[in-house]
């Protein structure tokens, strides 16, 4: 059994979408979030048709990751809530009622800070001079006290 602290993100992922397989998710989605937030590396969303099958998908998630990677989540909320959250450190799962997942539409966001990103990166590139040239355009001058 691999431990826990030499486990890779991604060797968590290829578990956890496993287990939900297994039980019938709903439209897994696995969103890399790496280097655009410190909170994980990964996020896997899914839905449920009901509470009892989103109760049904956390336990084999965390069932999965017991046996498989020694690892146990930290879990927040409940069915009944329409949002199960399993925090496995560098990865975290988002179980969701259908609904809570369309209002909330976490990967919209995701995609959207990745999109930001991106034109960050452009306008920051424009704007280095990559010649290392002088364009004129800086007024300040040493000042000479």
């Not at 989605?29 to 048709?49: C, K, M, P, Q």
């Not at 999965?64 to 879990?75: I, N, P, S």
């Not at 069915?79 to 560098?90: E, F, H, M, T, V």
């Not at 990745?114 to 452009?122: I, K, M, P, V």
């Given at each position: 059994?691999?431990?826990?602290?030499?486990?890779?993100?991604k060797?968590?992922v290829d578990?956890?979408v496993?287990?939900?397989?297994d039980r019938?998710a709903l439209?897994?989605?696995?969103?890399?979030?790496?280097g655009?937030?410190?909170v994980?590396d990964?996020?896997i969303?899914?839905h449920?048709t009901?509470?009892?099958?989103?109760?049904?998908?956390a336990?084999?998630?965390?069932?999965?990751?017991e046996a498989?990677?020694?690892q146990?989540?930290r879990r927040?909320?409940?069915?009944?809530?329409?949002?199960?959250?399993?925090?496995?450190?560098?990865?975290v799962?988002?179980?969701f009622s259908q609904?809570?997942?369309a209002?909330?539409d976490?990967?919209?966001?995701?995609k959207?800070?990745?999109?930001?990103r991106s034109?960050?990166?452009?306008?920051d590139?424009?704007?280095?001079?990559?010649n290392?040239?002088?364009d004129g355009?800086?007024?300040?001058?040493?000042?000479d006290?």
């Amino acid at each position: 059994m691999p431990s826990s602290s030499k486990l890779e993100s991604k060797e968590k992922v290829d578990i956890i979408v496993e287990a939900l397989d297994d039980r019938r998710a709903l439209d897994v989605d696995v969103i890399s979030v790496e280097g655009r937030t410190l909170v994980a590396d990964y996020f896997i969303l899914t839905h449920a048709t009901s509470s009892v099958h989103q109760r049904a998908l956390a336990d084999g998630v965390m069932e999965a990751m017991e046996a498989k990677a020694d690892q146990r989540a930290r879990r927040e909320g409940t069915a009944d809530a329409n949002w199960i959250l399993l925090d496995y450190g560098d990865v975290v799962v988002h179980i969701f009622s259908q609904e809570a997942r369309a209002v909330y539409d976490l990967e919209s966001l995701w995609k959207s800070t990745e999109a930001l990103r991106s034109s960050d990166a452009e306008e920051d590139l424009d704007e280095v001079d990559l010649n290392g040239t002088d364009d004129g355009d800086d007024e300040s001058e040493p000042d000479d006290g």
